[in-house]
């Protein structure tokens, strides 16, 4: 199998579990591009994602990332993606993403990084100089993992 068959390798997790960190190297190792879902919708919307990581219309965003993502592989072939499935309201409430992304796009694995999330908490603390209750975390965690396992086969990492 050639780089270019490899549709998307989607690397899921919640904040700060090392989903970025892991797609660079994988990156640079098989030398395939690699974005972050949240990157490729703000090429369309002009919305950038800062450290607070809420998201005003999740459904619209979810458009925007299946038509950039088709639209690079239709250009260059495969790449490597970090994303989430869930992620929290303002009101620090789970937000589950529309699947709308996994039916529509070319996954063809997905690999779901968990941790600790004592070391989540250090990784967002030093990252983005942020505190969330380890309960928020935990239960995010738990929601990420039920959803990846829903949408399809998934490597836990």
Known sequence: ?????????????????????????????????????????????NEEYGKNKFVSDVKKNQVILVENSNKILQEGGSFLMS?????????????????????EAQIKTIILLIADIDRIIQNLNTRDSISYKKSDLTILQEEEIKQASSVGPTFFA
Do not use: R, W
């Open 83 to 103: 994303g989430h499935f869930c992620i929290f309201n303002s009101d620090y409430s789970i937000n589950i993403l529309p699947t709308t992304f996994f039916d």
């Open 1 to 45: 199998m050639q780089n270019k068959d490899l549709g998307i390798i989607f690397f899921a997790g919640i904040y700060g579990v090392g989903k970025s960190t892991l797609s660079s190297k994988i990156s640079k190792t098989i030398l395939l591009p690699e974005y972050s879902a949240s990157e490729l919708i703000s090429m369309s919307n």
